[in-house]
């Protein structure tokens, strides 16, 4: 059975295929179709519901390189991590990543995701050249921003709804390291991030903050936390070698290890860990994607899983939005190990359907809990709909209709390029 | 240790062949990759030429033959060893898995699944010995099973293929000893690749194709004569082989 990340919803498919070749046919499975990448959203995007699920890891081939100008066109199915194995040593790095490396060019285009550097270098379809897009009519579309903005525009962020991205060409961005330049330093309020990020943003290409969302900080409010910035580095440190140290969590714990004292207490010893305010050398992995470290970290909520809130609050909001946010989780008792705070850059993202839009973005995750965590996220929803904001639908596995139509005011114009033949369990649930 | 500078990999899009051909791409050996398929030979030399930085196809070549017609087979052994000079190692992985209930309903089918897994891997292995004798050295690899080790009423027309090509590898290997010619037996396992899509491949006995390729690899660099790949399977199939018979044909295996 194939889930996402999160492990909710549990679902069944009509049939799995997994993909080996570009260029063949769709295969003869139940319609609709739906491309699945390394499942490592957090919903029902990446799932198909009674229909079919291709597989497309299987389509991790390079294409072609451009040792020049770093220019490079893979399959669909290649991961980030795979290219950054080949990038890096030869100087270049993709220009937006997210959290994880584990995660395909297909999904990242069909989520168009952001990464800490988004306020410099916007999403991951402002670096995407090119895509093949094979349809379930025969067809096979070759789209460009330049000769077919309005297919590039559906399919970047279009949720793999357009058809079956094949191959992907993304412009990489030039290094002279693999190492970074990063610092980290302790903010006591909401306020004091707001004025350590306005001008961190200028002078650091990726900055991000971690809230303590349990624990109030300055004036007895929640809002505390740690906030990181970081370059790439000009040179590596004489040390150069470095190896993750990778661990796991072997098998689902018999109940979730995430509860509100595990939870006080994690947050309030992740507070107190060193911060190093004069910027020091790390190498990218640990930096850029810490949990990929921890091999099925999603284990530790155990079997029954776990949900990703993240939105994005506009800027005239977002001071507000996001104190109202933290307030009404700190009331509720729930609380998330890792909440992240960030704000977007002010461009406009590429796809009709793109999360990132100017705004701040926070990001968490709760425990299953039904009713309470149900009520929780109505409240949620509440704060981000009179903030005029958006939910991740990559990071969604319940919100309801309206949200989805108020964030996403162009859905009806992206529907319109959605192949007949393809479907997910997110768009038949927000499109009902 | 055997050098692995030039290779001819035969059946080059398997996944097996492909992650080995990766792996070689690293080492900065030259390739020579075989396959039916022209498109995914295509995209195969395409991937291998962007990692090994040859975009101009100078050390990463190929051709496409379908090996299990035997009348070709001089030919394409001949263009491979124009395109490389000294070939130094071959690994044979073409290979289909037989749907052994269709084989139980057809002689064709069992006779066709024998001739494309067994038979003609034997008819190129007999063609390409000769000039491996002559020079007196290199490594000759050939892809078997584990399958080959004893008939189940599972996959039997398989494993008979893969039992008999490893009995003229072992005859061929006591022949090129003399020569200085290495002769290796490769027994994988369960591998997560295309051919074994639909079973359920969960568990502590599937293995994925990049470690056996590194385990392929370096039974190649050693001039083993018989690697299990991953190498538990060596254990799995000395239990397996000495159950008695009259208790084995009552397993449902």
Same mark, same amino acid.
């Given at each position: 059975?194939?889930?996402?990340?999160?492990?909710? $919803?549990?679902?069944?498919?009509?049939?799995?295929?997994?993909?080996?070749?570009?260029?063949?046919?769709?295969?003869?499975?139940?319609?609709?179709?739906?491309?699945?990448?390394?499942?490592?959203?957090?919903?029902?995007?990446?799932?198909? $519901?009674?229909?079919?699920?291709?597989?497309?890891?299987?389509?991790?081939?390079?294409?072609?390189?451009?040792?020049?100008?770093?220019?490079?066109?893979?399959?669909?199915?290649?991961?980030?991590?795979?290219?950054?194995?080949?990038?890096?040593?030869?100087?270049?790095?993709?220009?937006?990543?997210?959290?994880?490396?584990?995660?395909?060019?297909?999904?990242?285009?069909?989520?168009?995701?952001?990464?800490?550097?988004?306020?410099?270098?916007?999403?991951?379809?402002?670096?995407?050249?090119?895509?093949?897009?094979?349809?379930? @009519?025969?067809?096979?579309?070759?789209?460009?921003?330049?000769?077919? $903005?309005?297919?590039?525009?559906?399919?970047?962020?279009?949720?793999?709804?357009?058809g079956l991205i094949e191959t992907v060409t993304l412009q990489l961005a030039p290094i002279r390291s693999a190492w970074m330049r990063a610092w980290s330093q302790r903010?006591?309020?909401?306020?004091?991030?707001?004025?350590?990020?306005?001008?961190?943003?200028?002078?650091?290409?990726?900055?991000?903050?971690?809230?303590?969302?349990?624990?109030?900080?300055?004036?007895?409010?929640?809002?505390?936390?740690?906030?990181?910035?970081?370059?790439?580095?000009?040179?590596?440190?004489?040390?150069?070698?470095?190896?993750?140290?990778?661990?796991?969590?072997?098998?689902?714990?018999?109940?979730?290890?995430?509860?509100?004292?595990?939870?006080?207490?994690?947050?309030?010893?992740?507070?107190?860990?060193?911060?190093?305010?004069?910027?020091?050398?790390?190498?990218?992995?640990?930096?850029?994607?810490?949990?990929?470290?921890?091999?099925?970290?999603?284990?530790?909520?155990?079997?029954?899983?776990?949900?990703?809130?993240?939105?994005?609050?506009?800027?005239?909001?977002?001071?507000?939005?996001?104190?109202?946010?933290?307030?009404?989780?700190?009331?509720?008792?729930?609380?998330?190990?890792?909440?992240?705070?960030?704000?977007?850059? @002010?461009?406009?993202?590429?796809?009709?359907?793109?999360?990132?839009? $100017?705004?701040?973005?926070?990001?968490?995750?709760?425990?299953?809990?039904?009713?309470?965590?149900?009520?929780?996220?109505?409240?949620?929803?509440?704060?981000?709909?009179?903030?005029?904001?958006?939910?991740?639908?990559?990071?969604?596995?319940?919100?309801?209709?309206?949200?989805?139509?108020?964030?996403?005011?162009?859905?009806?114009?992206?529907?319109?390029?959605?192949?007949?033949?393809?479907?997910?369990?997110?768009?038949?649930?927000?499109?009902? | 240790?055997?050098?692995?500078?030039?290779?001819?990999?035969?059946?080059?899009?398997?996944?097996?062949?492909?992650?080995?051909?990766?792996?070689?791409?690293?080492?900065?050996?030259?390739?020579?990759?075989?396959?039916?398929?022209?498109?995914?030979?295509?995209?195969?030399?395409?991937?291998?030429?962007?990692?090994?930085?040859?975009?101009?196809?100078?050390?990463?070549?190929?051709?496409?033959?379908?090996?299990?017609?035997?009348?070709?087979?001089?030919?394409?052994?001949?263009?491979?060893?124009?395109?490389?000079?000294?070939?130094?190692?071959?690994?044979?992985?073409?290979?289909?898995?037989?749907?052994?209930?269709?084989?139980?309903?057809?002689?064709?089918?069992?006779?066709?699944?024998?001739?494309?897994?067994?038979?003609?891997?034997?008819?190129?292995?007999?063609?390409?010995?000769?000039?491996?004798?002559?020079?007196g050295r290199g490594v000759i690899a050939a892809i078997g099973s584990v399958a080959g080790d004893r008939g189940r009423q599972s996959n039997y027309a398989y494993g008979?293929?893969?039992?008999?090509?490893?009995?003229?590898?072992?005859?061929?290997?006591?022949?090129?000893?003399?020569?200085?010619?290495?002769?290796?037996?490769?027994?994988?396992?369960?591998?997560?690749?295309?051919?074994?899509?639909?079973?359920?491949?969960?568990?502590?006995?599937?293995?994925?194709?990049?470690?056996?390729?590194?385990?392929?690899?370096?039974?190649?660099?050693?001039?083993?004569?018989?690697?299990?790949?991953?190498?538990?399977?060596?254990?799995?199939?000395?239990?397996?082989?000495?159950?008695?018979?009259?208790?084995?044909?009552?397993?449902?295996?």
């Amino acid at each position: 059975m194939t889930a996402s990340w999160n492990r909710i $919803p549990r679902v069944e498919h009509a049939a799995e295929v997994a993909l080996g070749w570009r260029g063949r046919a769709l295969p003869d499975v139940p319609r609709p179709l739906l491309a699945h990448g390394l499942g490592r959203s957090y919903g029902d995007v990446c799932l198909n $519901p009674e229909a079919s699920l291709l597989h497309t890891p299987g389509l991790d081939r390079f294409v072609a390189f451009d040792a020049a100008t770093g220019r490079m066109t893979a399959e669909a199915g290649v991961s980030l991590d795979a290219l950054l194995r080949f990038a890096v040593p030869r100087g270049w790095f993709p220009p937006v990543v997210p959290g994880t490396r584990f995660v395909t060019l297909g999904g990242a285009v069909a989520n168009d995701v952001h990464g800490k550097n988004h306020h410099q270098a916007g999403s991951f379809g402002d670096h995407v050249r090119a895509l093949t897009l094979r349809r379930s @009519d025969g067809q096979v579309l070759e789209v460009t921003p330049e000769n077919t $903005p309005d297919w590039f525009a559906a399919t970047v962020g279009g949720l793999g709804l357009t058809g079956l991205i094949e191959t992907v060409t993304l412009q990489l961005a030039p290094i002279r390291s693999a190492w970074m330049r990063a610092w980290s330093q302790r903010f006591d309020s909401l306020d004091a991030f707001w004025e350590l990020n306005t001008q961190s943003e200028r002078e650091w290409p990726y900055t991000v903050a971690w809230i303590d969302c349990l624990n109030p900080g300055a004036g007895g409010r929640v809002g505390r936390g740690i906030y990181s910035g970081g370059r790439h580095a000009t040179t590596a440190p004489r040390k150069d070698a470095w190896h993750e140290r990778r661990r796991s969590i072997p098998l689902d714990p018999p109940v979730s290890l995430v509860n509100r004292l595990t939870l006080r207490a994690f947050n309030h010893l992740y507070y107190r860990q060193p911060v190093h305010a004069t910027p020091r050398a790390v190498h990218h992995l640990p930096w850029l994607f810490p949990l990929d470290a921890i091999r099925h970290w999603n284990r530790i909520y155990g079997h029954n899983g776990f949900y990703q809130y993240q939105c994005v609050l506009p800027p005239a909001a977002s001071k507000d939005g996001v104190q109202a946010l933290l307030d009404a989780i700190a009331a509720s008792g729930q609380g998330s190990f890792l909440a992240v705070l960030k704000t977007f850059g @002010d461009r406009a993202a590429p796809g009709l359907l793109s999360f990132p839009r $100017p705004g701040a973005t926070l990001a968490l995750d709760f425990p299953e809990k039904g009713r309470d965590t149900e009520r929780l996220f109505a409240r949620l929803d509440a704060i981000v709909q009179e903030a005029g904001g958006a939910l991740y639908p990559a990071k969604d596995a319940r919100m309801p209709t309206d949200v989805f139509r108020q964030g996403f005011p162009r859905w009806e114009a992206f529907a319109e390029y959605v192949d007949p033949e393809f479907s997910s369990g997110f768009w038949r649930r927000v499109t009902a | 240790m055997n050098p692995m500078k030039n290779v001819v990999l035969f059946g080059a899009t398997s996944a097996i062949a492909s992650a080995v051909a990766r792996e070689l791409v690293d080492t900065g050996a030259r390739l020579f990759c075989v396959a039916r398929d022209g498109e995914a030979l295509e995209a195969l030399l395409a991937d291998l030429r962007v990692r090994g930085d040859d975009p101009d196809g100078a050390r990463i070549l190929g051709a496409t033959a379908d090996l299990a017609d035997i009348d070709g087979h001089a030919a394409i052994w001949q263009q491979a060893q124009e395109a490389l000079g000294e070939v130094d190692s071959v690994l044979l992985a073409w290979g289909t898995l037989p749907d052994q209930a269709a084989c139980n309903a057809s002689v064709d089918e069992t006779l066709e699944a024998i001739h494309v897994n067994g038979t003609s891997a034997i008819a190129l292995l007999a063609r390409i010995a000769p000039d491996f004798e002559a020079r007196g050295r290199g490594v000759i690899a050939a892809i078997g099973s584990v399958a080959g080790d004893r008939g189940r009423q599972s996959n039997y027309a398989y494993g008979t293929a893969k039992g008999m090509l490893a009995i003229y590898l072992q005859g061929l290997r006591n022949r090129l000893f003399f020569s200085g010619v290495d002769v290796v037996t490769l027994k994988p396992g369960f591998v997560r690749t295309p051919m074994t899509e639909g079973f359920n491949r969960a568990g502590a006995l599937w293995a994925e194709p990049e470690t056996v390729a590194r385990g392929i690899i370096r039974a190649m660099h050693r001039g083993r004569d018989v690697a299990y790949l991953p190498g538990k399977w060596w254990v799995i199939m000395t239990i397996i082989r000495l159950i008695p018979e009259y208790l084995f044909k009552r397993l449902k295996l």
